[in-house]
Nanobody
Framework: QVALVESGGGSVQAGGSLRLSCVVS????????MAWFRQAPGKEREGVAS????????AYADSVKGRFTISQDNAQRTVYLRMDSLKPEDTAMYYC?????????????????????WGQGTQVTVSS
């Protein structure tokens, strides 16, 4: 069974908006870090935004601060990534990641290597 199911990607013009969703379906939701990463062709996977599910504390990469918003619906076990003022450089495959239970969000590199579950990815394409 798939632990994380993403949806919401698509193609938009620069300046447009998208909202990604990540449903946590088969593993515990509370008391873990949930994060969004992205990976463009030929580039490393990079952290975009994170949220600790129990207290809602968030963090953002500098490149998306003020444009992206991570949020959650605990009852629906869903994490969202609202992306506004999209730029062509935001084009990438976006992945949802679940960190280890009872572990707060850490640096992007630590989250990337320690994530327990990854979604299948959803493509976001921004045209100029």
């Amino acid at each position: 069974q798939v632990a994380l199911v993403e949806s919401g990607g698509g193609s938009v013009q620069a300046g447009g908006s998208l909202r990604l969703s990540c449903v946590v379906s088969t593993v515990p939701y509370n008391r873990r870090c949930m994060a969004w990463f992205r990976q463009a062709p030929g580039k490393e996977r990079e952290g975009v935004a994170s949220i600790f599910t129990s207290d809602g504390v968030t963090a953002y990469a500098d490149s998306v601060k003020g444009r992206f918003t991570i949020s959650q619906d605990n009852a629906q076990r869903t994490v969202y990534l609202r992306m506004d003022s999209l730029k062509p450089e935001d084009t990438a495959m976006y992945y949802c990641a679940a960190g280890r239970l009872y572990t707060h969000c850490d640096s992007w590199s630590t989250l990337r290597t320690s994530a327990t579950y990854w979604g299948q990815g959803t493509q976001v394409t921004v045209s100029s």
